[in-house]
């Protein structure tokens, strides 16, 4: 059964909040940020203003899935998670 809108919104705050309190993930939360995001990218109802959030997640996954430490990816990119995790209550 496939997640809907507000349980996909609701994982990826979750991943990221995880990210910036524990400063600590894995390469499988990265491929799972990438998954949600390009669902929610085909999502019709999404507001025009959160593509460009959901990009630089995106980007940010991708980073993670490529990077030596994920744990240092993480670390460098706390303003970036923060920021995010506060617009995730627009995603709604």
């Given at each position: 059964?496939p997640?809907?809108?507000?349980?996909?919104?609701?994982?990826?705050?979750?991943?990221?909040?995880?990210?910036?309190?524990?400063?600590?993930?894995?390469?499988?939360?990265?491929?799972?940020?990438?998954?949600?995001?390009?669902?929610?990218?085909?999502?019709?109802?999404?507001?025009?203003?959160?593509?460009?959030?959901?990009?630089?997640?995106?980007?940010?996954?991708?980073?993670?899935?490529?990077s030596?430490?994920?744990?240092?990816h993480?670390?460098?990119?706390?303003?970036?998670?923060?920021?995010?995790?506060?617009?995730?209550?627009?995603?709604?």
């Amino acid at each position: 059964m496939p997640l809907q809108y507000q349980d996909q919104v609701s994982l990826l705050k979750d991943i990221l909040t995880n990210h910036q309190t524990d400063c600590c993930g894995s390469v499988s939360e990265y491929e799972q940020l990438e998954r949600l995001i390009k669902s929610l990218m085909v999502n019709s109802n999404i507001s025009q203003e959160v593509k460009p959030v959901l990009e630089q997640i995106y980007s940010y996954s991708q980073g993670g899935i490529n990077s030596s430490s994920v744990d240092h990816h993480i670390e460098s990119h706390q303003t970036q998670l923060s920021q995010w995790v506060d617009r995730m209550d627009s995603f709604s």
